[in-house]
């Protein structure tokens, strides 16, 4: 009946185990089953880390310049892109705001990504232009080199 | 105290500094906490608490001292303190928990992990770590239970007694579901516990009954609006203009359905908040593993501790209660009263101390099954380890699934802070004074720079944890 005794207790038991490798890893410095910390305004917006996104801004980033997404972030594959059209891509309406008030201009052609790749939220925020061309924002993104 | 104690109190400590760790990663709150620290802050301790037993609807001035007496004592480190203290009342719970359950043999050792993984792991347990406000109530309402339940089930003294009343009057002066420290204390009393004598249970009692007459006819600071609030009903929570439209001029039908889903809640994790969450999942054909794993997780306990009341049936007739029948009965009346006190809309962190006591319980029932079984045939134990290693694992996957949630909550709260000028502006509630600018400056930074989020982790397992 040994057996059954520890059998009741192990699956608790292996979890605290493996909660308490994770904290050991992440106090050595690791970040097991993360893509690590970003690395750009626009990669800190792509992962939803907000916060970061504005330390990057408030430390001087630029909040135009065009960013690297890592592949698996965004897609599998690596991501050229601004931080507001990578707020357009997540469909993240209050990076937008925030990437607004500290100067960016939003321009016709977000709206166009919004609309190629049905981002809701920020749609309603930039309203739709019949002027845009269906695939043409998505195109012009994946295709940088 | 032996080394089955001993280990169990390892063991614990071990949980609890897994769980200290997760919760450190949150930052102090934008919404329901700096607005209260700047609150908190104002004049002086004695102030703070007279104005608020003249404030309407809630009646919770030992709350706002605590907010206080951190702040004050925080020096400026409101991250380190809050959060520090939110770790500490965690780790008092650990070892409460511990006191309450008393673990002295193999049986009781090794039914451990699995009451303290139902303990975090149980829905009605995240609201009191996910959040604060910054103190959170509710796991101070949890921490003041399990002390009455601990001293109501020592050995007669007469500081027990006044312990009795210090506990009840902090409690029920800190959230109106403290009013739960009496229920302990008269559970305890009646099922023969001796910890408290009968004159101190009454003068708690005179203590309960002045509650009530200050608070309806001497401050008439009454309750909250019952028309304010949305709550869940069927598959979806309703705003109060759906719920009037559907009970029309009766409410009595709808605070019934309170009652009885917040015990359903607790026994079986559906229906969550009133809403019938796993159901659902099941109807529209994508139910999700948590809320399944949740259903029976719960199920098979409320099962276990079933089997140990029955099992114990011809004691209980008796009248002939030990200790832990008396935790166990402890857990039914609490679950009774939280219900109750949940008729006018129904929210998991309210129902935290049902859901604490249905830990212990569990804790109790498994080790009983388990010593039972040791001394049955050889397939029925095969058996009932299969049943417990089912629960087991259950458990330990919603233990998990907090630890995913505080993750999960440390992002949004960041998230809130680097948005906090624009939701503030959209609150209005700019702050104006000097204090409370230099406090939102000082803890945005402690939230995005001092303490960044940790890595999201990846992968689409994660969402295997969120359960609606």
Known sequence: MTVSYALVALPPLAITVVLAGIAGAELAGAHPLTMGAPRSVSEAIAMRDEGAAARF??????????????????????????????????????????????????????????MDIGARAVRS????????????????????? | MNRWTWLSLAYVACVALGMAYFLLDLPVQVSDSYGNIVEASRGTLGSLVSQQFHSRAYLRPFLWAHIRVVYDLSGGHYYEWFRGWHVGQVVLLAILFIRLVQPRRVFDASAIPVGVAALIGMHTFAGTVREAFPINAFMTILLCCFLAADVALG??????????????????LTAESGLLVAVVFVTACAAGAQGVSRRGIAVMLAFAAGYFLLRFVVLDVGTPELTERSSGFGFSTRDPDELAAMFGGSALPFYAYNVVTAVLSVLFSEPRAGIWVATRGLVHGEPSIASLVNVVASSLSTILIAAYVWQR????????????????????????????????????????????????????ATSHIVEVASRATMGRQVGVALLLVVISSAWAFRALGIHAGLRTSAAVVRNE?????????????????????????????????????????????FEWFADD
């Not at chain 1, 892109?81 to 209050?94: N, S």
């Not at chain 1, 925020?125 to 080199?145: H, N, Q």
């Not at chain 2, 209980?316 to 039914?332: E, G, H, L, S, T």
């Not at chain 2, 209005?428 to 960044?452: F, N, Q, S, Y």
């Open chain 2, 155 to 172: 050995p007669p003294r007469w500081w027990r007694d006044v312990a009795a009343s210090v506990i009840f009057i902090f409690a029920s």
């Open chain 1, 125 to 145: 925020r930039l309203g739709d232009l019949s002027s845009c061309r269906a695939g043409d924002a998505i195109r012009e993104v994946l295709a940088r080199p």
């Open chain 2, 417 to 461: 802070w680097a948005y906090v000028d624009e939701w503030l502006e959209h609150q209005g509630l700019v702050p104006t004074t000097p204090t409370a600018i230099e406090l939102k400056r000082h803890l945005r930074d402690d939230a995005i720079r001092r303490h960044p989020v940790r890595p999201a982790v990846r992968g689409d397992w």
């Open chain 2, 313 to 364: 049936r011809v004691d209980w007739r008796a009248r002939r209660f030990d200790r832990r029948d008396r935790v166990v009965i402890m857990f039914a009346s609490v679950l009774v009263a939280n219900a109750a006190i949940s008729y006018a809309y129904t929210k998991d962190v309210i129902l935290s101390p049902a859901g604490a006591f249905f830990a212990v319980a569990l804790t109790v």
């Open chain 1, 57 to 114: 801004v408030e430390d001087g980033a630029s909040v135009t310049a065009i960013g690297l997404i890592r592949r698996g972030i965004l897609s599998e594959q690596a991501v050229l892109a601004t931080p507001a059209e990578t707020a357009v891509l997540v469909d993240a309406p209050p990076a937008l705001e925030f990437l607004a008030s500290r100067g960016v201009v939003l321009s016709p052609n977000l709206a166009c990504l919004a």
